[in-house]
């Protein structure tokens, strides 16, 4: 007998006891030290049921007793508290060459970091460099690895396939399906930018993390959108596709095969290109090459701010000690077009130098999609 897809499958007592555990387990992950009357009272279940949930989180090693809260006039409640190396997560930054990675636990804390030893590699040779890493990394985990998450540039597909990324000379590529057969493991693969993106939402307080814009600015240029709190994809995965929108006509040719690409004047590469053909000083080329840059950028990104109205932009740079100089071209430009109103509520954040914006996205994504929990 064939289901029908659209009739709705009656949950089993399997399926409520595993949502119920979910829930009890992404309380103990957002709160303050709770109790389990603590998340009787937010779940709506029953103290003994809570009691049994709680019993099997700690038996799987997910959630310990931390102690003894402050009683409210009966017995002191007994705290409990995330185990965060009681799984691991290996997670990888395929929008740079070398190749980087690092094994996540549970609250998003890098605890071991890896680089591949080869060159820059294209195709099927990048596709083995992957997979050396991810070998290398599962070795480095100290607890059991719920999956293996990979950022990398380009379009990719619900399905973990890579549907493009020139930079890497991967088309139609099943990078899940590929590392899974490989490996063993559970496998999440996701755009570089929007896994920045989801880091906003994953780690930053609701106020901040509701309506953003997070921009890469790497080998490439993209960005990942999140709106309302929820990162969206777009109708074939390409929200975000920022470094593909033509900014000049009779630019140079962009790797995707257009001519004039935003990837083509304000990647890393592009700022560097730039700054090399100025006849000034160094500092003084690369800073003008760079505020160049931004203006571009705004100039693609202002149209997407005024529709969407999102106040939040984060940039990730990997042009050293540039990522300040560029946001501050495209905040002078973006606001000039602008309406008032709306340029005077939009904010730049630039993520530190050494931050690990994009590996500690993906493995937020792994995270609740593995385990259906998030840190915030």
Do not use: Y
């Not at 008032?340 to 609740?368: M, Y």
């Amino acid at each position: 007998m064939v289901l029908d897809p659209f009739v709705p499958r009656v949950a089993t007592a399997q399926d409520t006891r595993q949502q119920n555990l979910t829930a009890a387990l992404q309380i103990v992950f957002r709160g303050s030290a709770p109790s389990r009357a603590d998340i009787a009272r937010l779940t709506g279940l029953t103290r003994p049921t809570v009691s049994s949930l709680v019993a099997e989180l700690i038996e799987d090693g997910l959630v310990v007793e931390l102690g003894t809260g402050t009683s409210a006039g009966g017995k002191p409640p007994t705290i409990l508290g995330i185990v965060p190396g009681a799984r691991s997560i290996v997670t990888l930054d395929l929008s740079r060459q070398p190749l980087r990675g690092a094994v996540a636990d549970l609250t998003g804390a890098l605890t071991h970091h890896a680089t591949h030893a080869g060159g820059p590699a294209l195709g099927a040779a990048a596709v083995d460099q992957l997979l050396d890493l991810v070998d290398e990394l599962v070795v480095l985990a100290p607890s059991p690895v719920i999956g293996v998450a990979i950022a990398t540039p380009g379009l990719v597909d619900t399905d973990g396939t890579v549907l493009e990324a020139s930079n890497l000379g991967w088309h139609g590529l099943a990078l899940a399906d590929r590392v899974g057969e490989a490996t063993g493991l559970p496998v999440f693969v996701a755009n570089d930018a929007d896994a920045a993106a989801f880091a906003c939402i994953a780690t930053a307080p609701d106020e901040d993390g509701r309506d953003v814009v997070a921009l890469r600015i790497g080998q490439g240029v993209g960005a990942g959108v999140v709106l309302d709190g929820v990162l969206r994809h777009g109708a074939a995965s390409a929200a975000g596709e920022l470094g593909h929108v033509v900014v000049d006509v009779e630019g140079a040719a962009c790797a995707c095969g257009n001519a004039g690409c935003l990837e083509t004047v304000a990647s890393v590469p592009a700022i560097l290109r730039a700054a090399r053909g100025r006849s000034a000083t160094p500092e003084a080329a690369l800073a003008r090459a760079t505020a160049d840059a931004g203006e571009a950028l705004a100039r693609a990104l202002a149209p997407v701010v005024g529709l969407l109205d999102v106040e939040r932009i984060v940039l990730d740079c990997e042009l050293e000690q540039g990522g300040a100089d560029l946001a501050a071209a495209l905040g002078t430009e973006l606001r000039r077009r602008l309406l008032p109103a709306v340029a005077r509520r939009i904010r730049i954040d630039v993520a530190g130098q050494d931050d690990e914006l994009v590996l500690t996205g993906v493995a937020a994504i792994a995270l609740r999609a593995s385990m259906g929990v998030m840190w915030r």
